[in-house]
């Protein structure tokens, strides 16, 4: 891959994520909770998925060393492996897998990808007392699917609120306007 070809590839690469996955990070107050934070991410083959669809499968490679936990993603340019690197964290489920995992995906936001996962931001839904999410207007959201869709379908309405906040800075004082963006807002949650 030319240093040209990389540069028409990187925005493809760099693209958000428009569906992310959302998973529970933690439920509170404790013993009986009341809300749970979730947090959007992206797994690992959705990282792979990105870097072959905006690079080719052959002009890009990982490597993991289990013992500092650190991977590498090196991307080909112009002849030359460029490589960034990033270390993970084990996880609950699976320690050693998890940490591949996680450095993997970190590497990966060394190159720009998945990086737009972290202005989405932590949200609050209610749970159930056995800690199964909740929708607005109370459905249960049994699956990691569900949530996900959910959550998407959510955030995408509240991003779009968001834009018309942020394009229309003139408007901030303008009480009819803000009132608009609360009711809309106030629709969105229903």
């Known amino acids: 891959m030319t240093n040209e070809e990389f540069k028409k590839a990187l ?13 529970v990070q933690l439920c509170y107050p404790k013993p009986t909770p009341t ?25 890009w490679a990982n490597t993991y060393d289990p013992e500092t936990g650190s991977s ?12 960034k690197s990033d270390v993970g964290v084990e996880s609950k489920v699976d320690k050693e897998k998890g940490k591949a ?12 990808v998945g990086r737009d996962i972290y202005s989405l931001g932590e949200k609050s839904l209610e749970v159930t ?9 109370g459905d249960k959201l049994y699956t990691p699917t569900a949530l996900s869709n959910y959550m998407n379908k959510m955030s995408e309405s509240e991003g779009l609120l968001y834009q018309l906040y942020n394009l229309n800075p003139t408007l901030h004082q303008d009480d009819e306007f803000m009132d ?8 969105v949650k229903k």
């Open 180 to 187: 608009c963006l609360k009711r809309m807002k106030e629709y």
């Open 101 to 112: 995992s996680d450095a993997f995906k970190r590497a990966a936001v060394m190159w720009g």
């Open 11 to 23: 925005s493809t690469l760099t693209a958000p994520f428009e569906n992310p996955k959302w998973r």
């Open 72 to 83: 590498s993603i090196s991307i080909l340019i112009d002849g030359q492996w460029i490589t």
């Open 129 to 137: 007392p056995n800690k199964v999410p909740l929708t607005n207007k």
């Open 35 to 59: 809300h749970c934070v979730v947090v959007p991410y992206v797994d690992a083959r959705m990282v792979q998925d990105r870097f072959d669809k905006a690079l080719g499968a052959s002009n």
